[in-house]
T-cell receptor, first 115, second 116 residues
Framework: NSKVIQTPRYLVKGQGQKAKMRCIPEKGHPVVFWYQQNKNNEFKFLINFQNQEVLQQIDMTEKRFSAECPSNSPCSLEIQSSEAGDSALYLC?????????????FGPGTRLTVL | GDSVTQTEGPVTVSESESLIINCTYSATSIAYPNLFWYVRYPGEGLQLLLKVITAGQKGSSRGFEATYNKETTSFHLQKASVQESDSAVYYCALGMATGGNNKLTFGQGTVLSVIP
């Protein structure tokens, strides 16, 4: 069973508010991913890190979303000004490496509701 | 970009019947992708069911099988005899390590209900 920890499990925010969620990857996993799963079950890759460095992020992430994976602290994903369309399940995953067959282990997710 | 299409659910089968969930993919890179099936059981997180990284090979786990067919760009999930405990949401996914980033592209998921 995966040991990726995500907090909080549920988050409710008003439009324009900041929303911050955290992720502790499996021990020894240097690569962390953030995905968004919307109400239509569609996944969208947001950003990933290897140790503290960003490997890739999508345009959406670059504008209102910010993320970091500081050394010896949980990784975090923050939405600066929440919009209704941000309501989704945010999944954190970790893996042993960025090589193409590395299994990604997923956390339970943070369900964000923007009112 | 890359895309994955799978059987639109929900799919309902009776216990001990056979199951197939179709998955086809489209990859923009000339390199062959790696293919995965993930599953989310009720109340649990997403977990890997099986993976195949070489075209032509078959992966198997918990009685499920999937064969990587590069000619038809398919990776269908099959099981000869389902159990009630197989009721879950199944996701087909594609992974490409382009630029050192092995992000996954998921299908829309297939809800499976097994009737006892």
């Amino acid at each position: 069973n995966s040991k990726v920890i995500q907090t909080p499990r549920y988050l409710v925010k008003g439009q324009g508010q900041k929303a911050k969620m955290r992720c502790i990857p499996e021990k020894g996993h240097p690569v962390v991913f953030w995905y968004q799963q919307n109400k239509n079950n569609e996944f969208k890759f947001l950003i990933n890190f290897q140790n503290q460095e960003v490997l890739q992020q999508i345009d959406m992430t670059e504008k209102r979303f910010s993320a970091e994976c500081p050394s010896n602290s949980p990784c975090s994903l923050e939405i600066q000004s929440s919009e209704a369309g941000d309501s989704a399940l945010y999944l954190c995953a970790s893996s042993l490496g960025a090589f193409n067959y590395a299994e990604q282990f997923f956390g339970p997710g943070t369900r964000l509701t923007v009112l | 970009g890359d895309s994955v299409t799978q059987t639109e659910g929900p799919v309902t089968v009776s216990e001990s019947e056979s199951l197939i969930i179709n998955c086809t993919y489209s990859a923009t890179s000339i390199a062959y992708p790696n293919l995965f099936w993930y599953v989310r059981y009720p109340g649990e997180g997403l977990q890997l069911l099986l993976k195949v990284i070489t075209a032509g090979q078959k992966g198997s786990s918990r009685g499920f099988e999937a064969t990587y067919n590069k000619e038809t760009t398919s990776f269908h999930l099959q099981k000869a005899s389902v159990q009630e405990s197989d009721s879950a949401v199944y996701y087909c996914a594609l992974g490409m390590a382009t630029g050192g980033n092995n992000k996954l592209t998921f299908g829309q998921g297939t809800v499976l209900s097994v009737i006892p």
